[in-house]
């Protein structure tokens, strides 16, 4: 369904079926979604790294355990004009990475992936046709101890997650703006409901997950945050912005071997 402005998707969600954190089945986002004049979205889970629920199986199992959050919202849109699409949250120390253009197929052939470097993950990922994406750079939370910035390993930042305060939002946006990567914007949503939430606009109909990442890589979407209707680009946000306040966490910015960068 298109919108006045474009194609809207969310980039950022969680099922029951593999994080532990969500509350929403996969079937459960397709309506919902639509109501709210979203074309797709996408199914980005723990990974088993993280916040997951999904037990510890043989690979081959445990992956398809994972994904199962992903192929229930798939079945669900059958018929609708929505559409699913897979992606990863994949954690190391805390930092978080958004995973988009890889699937199912790639998580099989790399049964090695938990005890691999950044480097080597971001490696891979490429190889795959995917990028990798650091999701909400700036989050603070009780369970984290210091926030860990990783530029040379970073093909792009989110810069809008609606489940932040808004200065952390800020102070990510100022750091992909001083990187000059590409930007995203995604609800980390894990439920239904109608808060503000946020998304990528784009001018096209997205075709897969492959077709994200080039369009992410090419810049051709629009960070917005969706509230009471209205879908508003967050360069144009300043609250969202503009940093008022620092991070009262230790930060640390890393090399492509995971070694201390000289403090800004």
């Not at 197929?105 to 891979?124: A, F, I, P, T």
């Not at 530029?151 to 609606?162: F, R, W």
Request: aromatic fraction near 12%; hydrophobic fraction near 35%; charged fraction near 25%.
């Amino acid at each position: 369904m298109m919108i006045k402005d474009g194609y809207l998707y969310e980039t950022h969600l969680h099922t029951a079926q593999a994080s532990a954190c969500g509350i929403a089945n996969g079937e459960d986002y397709i309506d919902h979604m639509m109501s709210l004049g979203y074309q797709g979205m996408f199914v980005t889970d723990h990974f088993f790294n993280g916040n997951s629920c999904v037990p510890a199986l043989p690979w081959k199992e445990r992956v398809k355990w994972y994904a199962s959050g992903y192929d229930r919202a798939f079945a669900a849109a059958e018929g609708k004009d929505f559409d699913v699409f897979f992606g990863i949250e994949f954690n190391f120390k805390g930092d978080e990475y958004l995973l988009y253009g890889v699937g199912v197929d790639w998580l099989l052939k790399n049964e090695d992936l938990l005890g691999l470097s950044r480097q080597e993950v971001y490696s891979r990922v490429h190889e795959g046709g995917g990028i990798m994406v650091h999701a909400h750079p700036y989050r603070e939370r009780g369970y984290l101890s210091d926030i860990w910035l990783t530029p040379e390993v970073t093909d792009g930042a989110e810069v809008y997650n609606a489940a932040n305060p808004d200065y952390q939002n800020a102070l990510g946006y100022v750091y992909a703006e001083g990187l000059d990567v590409p930007m995203t914007a995604g609800s980390d949503i894990h439920r239904l409901h109608h808060d503000a939430m946020g998304g990528m606009l784009f001018k096209r109909r997205i075709k897969d997950e492959r077709d994200f990442a080039r369009a992410i890589l090419g810049r051709e979407g629009v960070p917005v945050r969706v509230f009471e209707g209205r879908i508003e680009p967050v360069k144009g946000i300043r609250e969202l912005t503009d940093t008022k306040e620092k991070p009262t966490l230790p930060v640390h910015r890393l090399d492509r071997e995971g070694k201390p960068l000289p403090e800004m």
